[in-house]
């Protein structure tokens, strides 16, 4: 099945490029190698998915970019009609190292161009991957507003250099966007947050808007598929709150595509992640119909339960009492 562009809605953002109003995330959890990735990323062109937010840390951009070339080459979409997304790591923040890590990204994306690269973490610091929840880098360091702003300068310089059309924040609050804010040359022209129903992030989604910021949305369903060093005993499975069960009986579809909705209707630019063709299909289509009712959206607004998954654990320095410090 391909979904009729058409349908699909795009945000325009505060530099007057414009984003799709849904992308298809590349992160696999640490479940799925980079070849099995790619080939959904490929299927999901074919289907009508036009963003995908990569990152040089999944360590999958090289196999991506052999399917954006073949993409290309087959003529099923030009290089234009995509909006491509990365992230400069934890470890690449120091004066230069942020230049390097978005060459490596086109050299892997095969790409002469981003159009939105992000600082990934506002932290600067370093795990191995598929790490447990208990390590730590003897080099982390809590958030610094200089330390961001000299990495931030350089995102600013590639945008000069047109290595990247967009430039975002991730993985913020309110109190650190309005510490770094007013001293950006170029605004952040889109943020990502976590954002399902079970964490509606409402005062951070509200200020992002309010500021002419994007939101985009990881872990729309609720990522039930994380690391096991993203779980705990405490966690809210998303596709299991009542008002999301209620609308997705009511339609006749399964609960995760009621989260997708709630993301989208709510203004957030979501952005599943899916290997499964039905799946990946069923994400894009489920935000061009059968929108849920102005009385569900209330009670889905009901449902919050301040349950952040994404706690970041492994980035806490030495002294720091939990994962709630990274989120003051």
Partial sequence: MTIDQRKIEKKVLNNGYAMPSIGMGTFGSDKYNADTVAAAV??????????????????????????????????????????????????????GDVLLSCAKTLKDLGLGYLDMYYIHWPVPNFHPPRCDVSSRSKDAVPFSVDRYMATWRQMERLVD?????????????????????????????????ELHPAFQQKELFEYTLSKGI??????????????ERDKTPEDVADCELPSIVRAAEARGIHPALVCLKWAFQSGAVPIPFAVTESKYVGNLKCITEDFLTAEEMAEIAKDDKDCRLVKGQVFLWEGAEGWEELWR
């Fill in 42 to 95: 490929y299927g999901a062109i074919k289907c009508g998915y036009r963003m995908f937010d990569c990152a040089s840390v999944y360590g999958n951009e090289a196999e991506i970019g052999k399917v954006f070339r073949r993409a290309f080459e087959e003529g099923l979409v030009k290089r234009e009609d995509l909006y491509i997304v990365s992230k400069v790591w934890n470890d690449m923040h120091g004066d």
């Fill in 214 to 227: 994007v939101p985009v949305g990881f872990c729309p369903i609720g990522s039930p598929s994380r690391p």
């Fill in 161 to 193: 250099a047109g290595l990247t059309r967009s430039i975002g924040m991730s993985n913020m609050t309110v109190s650190k966007l309005e510490a770094v804010l007013p001293l950006c040359r170029i605004v952040p022209a889109a943020l990502e947050l």
